[in-house]
């Protein structure tokens, strides 16, 4: 016999939504030519603003830079001789002397905290023996994270005409980097004190005072030159809600991005879907029920937006059942479309029934064959 499949729907309505895009409000004023406002998770937009516009991007390049050097594996606490390559590099500096010995991780810290340029160049040269051969590996990075509008020339962000991103693919590196752990730590640190070779301390600060002035803050990369701009990319998480925002050209970036995290979390959560609790009734099982659970699921939702949630079981099931074998689905629908699913499985094993033997119903069956036999 084959189970008979029906959909028994539950409509709940629930608060959230999966937003592409949601326009601003009228009175939300951004000053930067390009914008957006992403939840890291998911990667869905909340706002937009020429976010697909080819941009230059200054310093935030070195977010990349961090994350291909991080990721080649070298140990924070290699030391390097400083090439001469990277001494008097120009832009921002943390001053580094020909041969000065110094380890992986203060380049890394150098380069997040005081945006130093030469450290930029020194942990290119480090990792790949080249610039040339890092800039490299850093177009293959973004070539690998789908950065179809991200093109690199240096590892630092100075201007050249084709170094260019965009506050989308900026938005998304910086989710992507974020998971890695010696980043995040990093480029949430406000202060950090090194040891120089010789005598004396390398005092460095980090210039995105977003982190001390706006709540929830946990990370970020400022840039400026004087063709692109003024560049910021920063992270702020609260209640488990994590988002990215990025402005490119922005006159007053430190206003857009409080403007836009208001916006966001105002209007924005993460919202827990609790577990579905069920029974259904067993057919041939030496229990005549069995208990069914879901998943728990955590998901980016708006605060004003509905929801239908259906539940898909059989109207009944066939022992035996193992504990945790699927028996159905919960399925979550926004606007006629699923936007989220989980696995409706069994709490329990039920162990099929042995039919007792009837000498009665035995013989009967026996005599009923011999007779179509004869026939």
Not at 173 to 197: D, G, H, P
């Amino acid at each position: 016999m084959k189970k008979l499949l029906s959909v028994i729907s539950i409509f709940l309505i629930l608060l959230f939504l999966f937003p592409i895009f949601i326009p601003v409000s009228a009175e939300m004023s951004i000053s930067a030519q390009s914008a957006c406002l992403i939840e890291a998770e998911s990667g869905k937009a909340i706002y937009s603003k020429n976010a697909d516009k080819r941009m230059h991007m200054a310093s935030t390049t070195k977010v990349m830079t961090a994350i291909v050097a991080i990721e080649s594996g070298i140990s924070l606490d290699t030391i390097f001789k400083t090439p001469v390559e990277a001494v008097g590099v120009e832009g921002s500096s943390v001053y580094l002397a020909e041969n000065e010995k110094i380890t992986f991780e203060a380049l890394l810290y150098s380069l997040l905290l005081a945006s130093a340029n030469d450290a930029a160049v020194a942990i290119a040269i480090q990792v790949a023996g080249s610039v040339e051969a890092f800039v490299n590996l850093m177009n293959a990075k973004a070539q690998e994270l789908g950065l179809s509008n991200t093109h690199f020339t240096n590892p630092h962000g100075l201007y050249d005409k084709e170094h260019y991103t965009t506050a989308h693919d900026i938005a998304r590196l910086m989710a992507y980097a974020m998971k890695n752990e010696k980043f995040a730590t990093i480029t949430a640190s406000q202060r950090k004190v090194f040891a120089r070779e010789g005598e004396g301390v390398r005092v460095l600060i980090n210039h995105n005072k977003l982190l001390k002035t706006y709540d929830g803050v946990i990370g970020g990369k400022t840039g400026f030159t004087k063709k692109s701009g003024r560049c910021l990319v920063s992270v702020a998480e609260r209640d488990g809600l994590r988002l990215i925002a990025v402005t490119l050209n922005a006159p007053d970036d430190w206003r857009d991005h409080a403007t836009l995290y208001d916006f966001g979390f105002d209007n924005y959560e993460i919202r827990k879907i609790p577990r579905a609790y069920l029974s259904l009734p067993v057919i041939s099982g030496k229990k005549d029920t069995i208990n069914l659970t879901s998943s728990e699921l955590s998901i980016f939702i708006s605060k004003n937006a509905n929801i239908i949630t259906k539940v898909e079981i059989p109207r009944w099931i066939f022992a035996p059942v193992h504990e945790g074998e699927k028996i159905g689905n919960v399925v979550y629908y926004l606007n006629g479309k699923k936007v989220a699913s989980s696995h409706i499985i069994a709490t329990e094993a039920i162990e099929q029934m042995q039919p007792k033997f009837n000498f009665f119903d035995w013989l009967f069956n026996i005599l009923k064959g011999l007779t179509k036999w004869n026939k």
